[in-house]
């Protein structure tokens, strides 16, 4: 099945919460995080993510997420506002990750680039544009996900 077959089927309209926790979840293993931990039941998980400096040593990262489902809103800056509040809490440097199906506003894209600059804030955020592209890459998890056929 090649990626043009899949996009128009990506429809997070099918989804719902806990499955769309879910198919983050397996997208971030499949990525390469290791551990994924959940940590409160506001859908916030601990993942750990290694790889090798440039003089061989490895590196873990540590990342405190959520995974954020909407029908209809989108997220907004008073959400990644409280969130990376909460990642300047942590008592260990942690990057931060907000995977979401919805589209981030320009007031919040703007913040997220201020943020990170200026703040140096460590925040990743995933929307729902992003994701396709991503699961479009790893058409293993989309296939299971929306119920597509490798015969369509």
Known sequence: MDQLDIAPNLNFEQLDSPIFENLVRELLLELGFKSVKRVSDKHDFLVDYSFLDPFGEEITE??????????KARPDLRFLHDFAESLVKCSQPTRGLVVTNGQLTSASLEWLKTVREDDG???????GVELKRILLQHNTIAKKFFSLSVDQ
């Open 121 to 127: 804030i460590d925040l990743r955020v995933i929307d």
């Open 62 to 71: 540590q990342w405190l997420g959520i995974s954020k489902f909407y029908r």
